[in-house]
């Protein structure tokens, strides 16, 4: 009304609006575009259209060891946030699993070894439409293939929330399918974020480590107790009540008072025992969880007990001051990166610039000692960029020897902050110190996701396969890399080594490998999956000599004999390869009995 008076003040301003009443229409449109016009034509709007987010690599890669080969080998246009590099139909090549999308049904590669390309089945290996969060492929049965646990978080986003549900693989001709059993592990919907297969009582059968994150269904999130079921083929029974005070309730304040946010669960021998132990990485400032795999009093069986704060890995010493001073955790992976008979641990965090200095950050958690419990040197990193605003989240990590120096490097998915969030490889240097070499390889993608690594061609240097994830930016042209691995060998022999076991589990989860040089002695644990939203590598390991001669070779399998008369001992065997002429990449499969063959397939 304001402004209308100033127009209406004086017959000047009545004037002028009138012109400007008049006028208004051509403002709009010209004579020969009115719509009652016999010369009417529609009226064309150029809208831009909104340009993709390159995610691609930073920079031309100034060193070229690394070649992006997705189309070359029938990725492209694939869209997918978890891989599972596993052979699904035992026909001796890794093919791949992934999964589109966080919550989505998964698609099924078959590799043709003729082609050298990866070909979706063109049939659906369930009985059913099935949408996952994650998969876990292991062989519950024993007969060769790989049956499926299928797993939902159970979030508000996924529209149907189920428990975790098992599916029996068989053949039938060439055709790989998957068989739904009727009794889950469990039958309640929880917020699974990880699960991992071992054996933890070394009977030969896999068991199963169930962790659960946030439950959102209440008013309030509450942390869910996780769980441990004993298998036997695909028949579990709960015996949670072995996690020591996991299920302790308190009536008072109505909930379990030491369940934690567990986002990603990982199994390693610590203490190299034999018994496999689990590391629980804990989200929102709750402390990380050891659960060390000790015997029971009076011999009767095996249980666990937390020794995360007497080892080092609940939290840094800062967070020790405060009840929430942990870390964001999101994975936990076991290696003896500096060959010197002690297992170590990297640790990766969410963190941000403006965190207080008590919050964890990512780290690498070194062994210090052979004595029980285990204990942990942590040396935190973060990658800082200099703006004095930063966020990290190191959602995933990988060790392998890309550069085939005999020394374990290491690359992390650090994603969900783009741009700056960025793959990353740490190659290990011979003082053991880690230098980030993804920028110069020409790898740091935008946020990767469920990287995976595989020897896609067989010529023993280890490639990469990673997604990516539209977290934070929906304009980012997500897509499929396959980074094939052209580094020089300057000289090293690598030798891969596939597990096949009979009493133990048939992929020898849990076998601990020992390889002595005349040079060093090389340690490899066999594991299945880990993590959170677990993904899942190609199986077997692999070892880099560089003018080495092999003094022995132990494979310690995850199974105790109990002999009549004697104290039960655990299954170990050496292996003679003198009697093979190491070529420049070599592959065996060892087989439980003591046999040595050449090459990947069935031990008889």
């Not at 009417?40 to 070649?67: C, H, L, M, Q, W």
């Not at 003082?431 to 920028?439: E, G, L, P």
Request: with cysteine; charged share 25%.
């Amino acid at each position: 009304m304001k402004v209308m008076g100033l127009i209406l003040s004086n017959s000047k301003n009545k004037l002028l609006l009138g012109v400007v009443l008049c006028l208004l229409p051509f403002l709009f449109f010209s004579c020969s575009k009115l719509p009652f016009s016999k010369k009417d034509k529609s009226v064309v709007v150029n809208v831009k259209k909104t340009e993709k987010v390159y995610a691609g690599p930073s920079r031309p890669a100034v060193i070229t060891d690394f070649r992006e080969s997705a189309a070359e080998y029938g990725l492209k246009g694939i869209k997918a946030t978890n891989f599972y590099a596993v052979d699904f139909d035992n026909d001796f090549n890794t093919d791949l699993v992934y999964l589109p999308s966080h919550y989505s049904p998964p698609e099924f590669l078959r590799f043709n070894p003729s082609s050298l390309r990866f070909e979706k089945l063109t049939y659906n290996p369930f009985p059913e439409l099935i949408r996952a969060s994650f998969l876990v492929f292991a062989d519950l049965d024993k007969d060769g293939l790989q049956d499926i646990l299928v797993g939902t978080l159970n979030q508000k986003t996924e529209l149907t929330k189920s428990p975790l549900k098992l599916y029996r693989a068989y053949k039938r001709g060439d055709r790989i399918y998957y068989a739904k059993i009727q009794n889950n592990p469990i039958k309640s919907i929880e917020p699974t974020s990880s699960v991992v297969f071992f054996d933890y009582d070394l009977d030969g059968h896999l068991d199963l480590y169930i962790a659960n994150w946030f439950d959102n269904s209440g008013k309030v999130p509450e942390p869910k107790p996780d769980r441990l079921l004993k298998g036997e083929g695909f028949n579990f029974k709960d015996v949670s009540w072995l996690l020591k005070n996991e299920w302790k309730f308190s009536n008072s304040a109505k909930r379990y008072v030491n369940a934690s946010p567990v986002f990603g669960a990982t199994v390693c021998d610590l203490d190299q025992n034999g018994y496999p132990d689990i590391l629980a990485s804990v989200s929102s400032g709750y402390k990380n969880k050891l659960w060390m795999n000790i015997s029971r009093p009076g011999g009767q069986g095996r249980s666990f007990q937390d020794y995360g704060s007497e080892s080092g890995f609940a939290e840094d010493s800062d967070g020790k001051l405060i009840p929430r001073g942990g870390g964001n955790s999101f994975y936990s992976a076991c290696a003896d990166y500096n060959n010197d008979g002690i297992m170590d641990l990297v640790v990766g965090e969410l963190s941000h610039s403006y965190d207080p200095e008590i919050r964890d950050r990512s780290a690498f958690l070194t062994g210090s000692r052979f004595q029980f419990p285990p204990k942990f040197i942590r040396t935190e990193y973060h990658k800082d960029d200099g703006s004095g605003v930063w966020n990290q989240g190191d959602r995933r990590g990988v060790f392998l020897d890309f550069d085939m120096d005999g020394r374990e490097d290491l690359l992390v998915d650090n994603s969900g902050f783009p741009p700056s969030s960025r793959l990353i490889l740490f190659r290990q240097e011979e003082n053991h110190a880690f230098i980030d070499m993804s920028s110069t390889l020409g790898l740091d993608i935008m946020n990767p996701s469920g990287t995976v690594v595989l020897d896609v061609n067989r010529d023993g240097k280890v490639d990469i396969l990673s997604g990516q994830s539209k977290i934070r930016n929906s304009l980012i042209d997500d897509r499929v890399y396959l980074f094939l691995n052209n580094t020089r060998k300057n000289g090293a022999k690598t030798v891969k080594f596939y597990l096949q076991g009979k009493k133990s589990n048939t992929q020898g989860i849990g076998a601990l490998l020992v390889l002595k040089t005349d040079k060093n002695v090389y340690r490899r644990y066999i594991q299945s999956v880990y993590g959170p939203l677990p993904s899942q590598s190609e199986a077997g390991a692999q070892f880099s000599l560089i003018n080495e001669k092999i003094k022995s070779f132990n494979v310690r399998w995850p199974f105790v004999r109990n002999e009549k008369g004697r104290k039960a001992v655990q299954l170990t065997r050496k292996y003679n390869l003198n009697s093979f002429s190491l070529k420049d990449h070599s592959e065996f499969t060892l087989c439980e009995n003591g046999k040595i063959l050449s090459g990947r397939k069935n031990c008889l």
